[in-house]
């Protein structure tokens, strides 16, 4: 396939990790680059992202900077499916220079498909225990990995896909800890110890991503990002806001987004 684009792809074996969430928040972080951005939501289930997207596009006043997006829903006809992503990231592709996939929590044909296609995979994970089982088996007595878990399995499967493709160079992985509390201080440096010991076992860069803050939840339903707070939006900035924006812009510098855009 000639894809022009570099292609994301946020992705856990887990709802509710915040893939949709920061999926959203990359986009429009592309789009304020000069990035021309598309997106894909293969977890048509649940259509956060389409629904995040569709509560944008219905915003009064200002414009806002949108995506080319299209949702891929599944059915029973697996193949169809397949067929109908391919076309949409072709097709997208030609015309963007990012691409960025949103899949479910869980496995399916259609999201092992499209990990397959990640020059960069994205995986929120909160930041406890029952989280990181999803990438790794941990005893609970010497509190040491014992093997890499399903979808880190699934993910390595997917860079094999993609090297038998031909695609150059592997895929870049970057596990992101999202919904980080400022309490459980012990809880922290135990995740930040095993997710260290795994990300050299398992080939992924940790990176320290976004604090729990109720704001997310309530941009949802506007449709809007950190990025589009303050005049004009109907949401004042506040010193949570300024610091949840720090964080996004440090993510955004530690993923180097910034290196997929054209040069200009
Ligand atoms: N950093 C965060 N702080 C607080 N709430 C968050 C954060 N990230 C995500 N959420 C919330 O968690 C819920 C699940 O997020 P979502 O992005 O839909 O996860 P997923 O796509 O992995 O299922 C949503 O209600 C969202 O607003
Ligand atoms: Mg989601």
Redesign the pocket.
Known sequence: MGTEARIIVVG?E??????????MHLIVSLLGMGARVASIDL?AR?A??SRYVENRARRQGRALPMPEHVAVPPTADVAADEARFLESLQTLSARHDVVLI?TP?SDQPLSRLGHSYADLLIT?LNDSFIDLDVLAKVDPDSMKITRPSHYAEMVWESKKIRALRGQRGGADWFVLR???STLDARNKREMERLLGDLARRIGFQCVG?????????E??LEGLTLLDLGPGSGVEMSMSHVAARQELRRLVEALGLASLLPPT
Do not use: H, M, W
């Open positions: 856990n887990k709802g509710g990790t915040g893939k949709s969430t920061v999926a977890d649940q956060t992202l949103d929590g929120p999202n919904r980080l991503g976004l604090c729990e803050r109720v704001i997310y939840r941009l949802f």
